[in-house]
């Protein structure tokens, strides 16, 4: 079974960035699609970015216009998310998810059957 611990959240300015990094141990990472959400307070959690088993197909939210970028590192079962340029919109709890099934879509949070703990990310004006 893998477990999955998030990173690299805190607060920063508008217009600031972060990288957040998503750490997996037991199973290795390279036989799951690989994803994150975030969630707001109030709201329900939301798709972010996705990247697949492969590594050649990344998917993105289309609120995020460009600003963030998904990568994964089998060798060190690992996967990251940078963030650029942030906005007041994009504080949230951020998670990592994975799945070792495969759907053909990317954005759905209950075909996700492994979560990290989330780490929060802080936009400040």
């Known amino acids: 079974q893998v477990q999955l611990v998030e990173s690299g959240g805190g607060l920063v300015q508008a217009g600031g960035s972060l990288r957040l990094s998503c750490a997996a141990s037991?199973?290795?990472?390279?036989?799951?699609?690989l994803g994150w959400f975030r969630q707001a307070p109030g709201k329900e959690r939301e798709f972010v970015a996705a990247?697949?088993?492969?590594?050649?197909?990344?998917y993105y939210a289309d609120f995020l216009k460009g600003r963030f970028t998904i990568s994964r590192d089998d060798a060190e079962n690992t996967m990251n998310l940078q963030m650029n340029n942030l906005n007041l919109e994009d504080t949230a709890v951020y998670y990592c998810?994975?799945?070792?099934?495969?759907?053909?879509?990317?954005?759905?949070?209950?075909?996700?059957?492994?979560w990290g703990q989330g780490t929060q990310v802080t936009v400040s004006s």
């Open positions: 037991g199973r290795s990472f390279r036989w799951y699609d």
């Open positions: 998810a994975a799945r070792s099934a495969y759907y053909n879509e990317v954005y759905n949070v209950d075909e996700y059957d492994l």
């Open positions: 990247i697949r088993r492969s590594g050649d197909r990344r």
